[in-house]
């Protein structure tokens, strides 16, 4: 059967990583939950690539989250609830029933959709608090290997050079023009760029197109109502995702918060970045053919999830209703993929 989504009433303290300071990721308790229904209203949005932005969009992009930042500390929409939402979905909240396991979405086939649907509802909330329903994330283009400045691949200058965008606990050794490591495993290799580059390309090709070659090797492990948690992450969701969590991370954190860690990643704004790039992979693979489908069995298509939306309305959706970005009206802006032919 397919995984429910938890009784947001429920929640409970679970531990967190050795070193972590005491967090309670437990989620305002909703009034009533409604049913997800598309808004054909909505403009179609255009997500672009962080390090393309204009200046207008920059302003605007600050402004939204010095709103969200600022709204009172019970409102599911405030910038420290939305990470919250990360966190307790990560194996710290709400115990699976039938299970001894907390729910996690991570490490198994509910990892895309699930940030899918995350990354949407933020998205609205932001667009809520400008007023503009054209507002759209930005996608951080870490997989483009161009030489051309501004660079794709390093940490884009937008979180560092405006207040509510940053967040103190990064790497600094990771600040640009650092490239960033598509590989890393909590140890700089110091290579030299050219090498850095063609690394990168490797591994994306190897994670997107040669070693993701039916949909159980892209998604990760099926993850059903009663299964153990976290039975096994997909190509993409291992590297490049994991990996450019951790190099993002302060290295001299325990867990290398805020990004490196499932409990605090979403407390740093570029977290929606990093994963909209992430969302796009799962367009970009679907385009490429063969057996690069999406999933069929009606436990993933019927596993549910709630969030709240920009009205600060709990609103539980499908894994089904998230696999058409078009039908959720919004689009990427188009960066190329030269990786895809890198082995060619
Ligand atoms: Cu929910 Cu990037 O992890």
Redesign the pocket.
């Known amino acids: 059967a397919p995984i429910q989504p938890p009784d947001l009433t429920q929640c409970q303290k679970a531990a967190l990583p050795p070193g972590a300071k005491s967090v309670n990721c437990c989620l305002p308790e909703p009034t009533k939950v409604i049913d997800f229904q598309f808004d054909s209203s909505l403009p179609m949005r255009v997500r672009k690539a962080a390090h393309l932005v204009d200046a207008a969009y920059i302003k605007k992009y600050n402004q939204a989250y010095e709103l969200l930042r600022n709204l009172p500390d019970n409102d599911p929409r405030k910038f420290s609830q939305q990470a919250s939402v990360?966190c307790a979905?990560?194996d710290s909240a709400f115990l699976q029933p039938n299970t001894n396991d907390f729910l996690e979405?991570?490490n198994s086939w509910l990892?895309f959709p699930?940030?899918r649907w995350?990354l949407y509802f933020h998205e609205r909330i932001l667009a809520k608090m400008l007023n503009d329903d054209t507002f759209a994330l930005p996608f951080w283009n870490w997989d483009n290997q161009s030489v051309a400045s501004p660079l794709p691949n390093v940490l884009p200058a937008v979180f560092i050079e405006n207040p509510s965008l940053l967040d103190k606990l990064r790497d600094p050794l990771h600040q640009p023009p650092t490239l960033v490591d598509l590989s890393y495993s909590g140890q700089d290799e110091g290579l030299d760029p050219t090498s850095q580059r063609a690394a990168n390309n490797n591994l994306m090709y190897q994670q997107v197109v040669s070693g993701a070659k039916t949909p159980s090797l892209f998604f990760g492990q099926a993850y059903r109502a009663g299964d153990a948690n976290a039975p096994g992450p997909g190509t993409v969701e291992n590297a490049p995702?994991?990996t450019v969590?951790v190099w993002t991370g302060d290295s001299s954190q325990p867990n290398y918060e805020d990004m490196g860690a499932?409990y605090s990643?979403?407390s740093d704004p570029i977290?929606f970045a990093?994963?909209a790039n992430?969302d796009r992979l799962w367009t970009v693979w679907k385009s490429l053919g063969g057996r690069r489908k999406d999933i069929t069995d009606p436990d993933w298509l019927n596993a549910e999830f709630v969030f709240y939306d920009e009205n600060a309305s709990l609103v539980k959706v499908k894994v089904g209703d998230a696999l058409s970005i078009d039908k959720l009206s919004y689009t990427y802006q188009n960066v190329g993929n030269p990786w895809i032919a890198v082995n060619s």
Do not use: T
């Open positions: 990360h979905f990560c979405i991570h990892f699930w940030h995350y995702h994991g969590h499932l990643a979403a977290f990093h994963h992430v």
